[in-house]
């Protein structure tokens, strides 16, 4: 089997959203200086690098990040490319696409965008240009009763228009995956492993992805 590794690493330097706090990594004991153990303190955002957002990130009380089932973060996924001239992902842009109609079955979707160039190297500074659903979108696949939606930039609604697209998206429970480095994981289908940390009754948290294909 393969296994693709489609989470960022986590550096000081990593893009932040803006207002977020910055990742702070701090070596407080370190066997050069004769302590008996290294140990590092880490500081940083739940929504920074690959993380995944619960309903109750823009849904006051609702479901939080060690509510979401593994049903939801674990299974079959569907990787699609979309094109690199599309700037937003409307329900026009996920009509047109042929690859769309297996969304009817598989649950779980990620869009591999032209975002993964922004990411890359991981030490560049935030892009507020970066390819994203708008409400039409986000409004047809909560149609589709999905399980998850991941895409390949800090967030799945676009800088201008933040809110609705995740309103309707974390309505439905819809787990948001955000942060994926996608550029090693062409469109196909894969079965997906995703866990965040169980951090108690919070609205997001940082997690691991991998997709892993099977040999044909």
């Known amino acids: 089997m393969k296994i693709i590794d489609i989470s960022m690493p986590i550096t000081t330097q ?36 690959t993380h995944i957002d619960a309903p109750k990130h823009f849904i006051d009380h609702e479901k939080t990040i060690d509510q979401i089932p593994f049903s939801k973060l674990i299974g079959e996924v569907l990787v699609i490319e979309i094109d690199k001239e599309v700037t937003m992902i409307s329900e026009h842009v996920l009509k047109t696409n042929p690859a769309t109609c297996l969304l009817n079955k598989i649950k779980k979707v990620l869009f591999r965008t032209r975002n993964s160039s922004l990411l890359r190297p991981f030490q560049d500074s935030f892009n507020q240009d970066y390819v994203a659903l708008d409400t039409s979108g986000a409004q047809f696949l909560k149609n589709l009763q999905l399980d998850l939606i991941g895409i390949d930039y800090l967030s799945i609604a676009a800088f201008s228009d933040t809110i609705l697209p995740h309103q309707i998206l974390l309505s439905s429970e819809i787990v948001l995956l955000e942060g994926l480095d996608l550029s ?15 951090i108690l009754n919070c609205e997001g948290a940082p997690a691991r992805a991998i997709l892993v294909k099977e040999p044909e």
């Open 14 to 49: 990593m893009p932040i959203w803006p207002g977020d706090p910055t990742v702070e990594l701090t070596q407080i004991a370190s066997i050069s200086n004769g302590d008996i153990a290294n140990i590092s303190r880490r500081a940083m955002g739940v929504h920074t690098g």
């Open 184 to 198: 090693n994981a062409p469109a196909g289908v894969y079965q997906l492993y995703c866990l965040p940390l169980k």
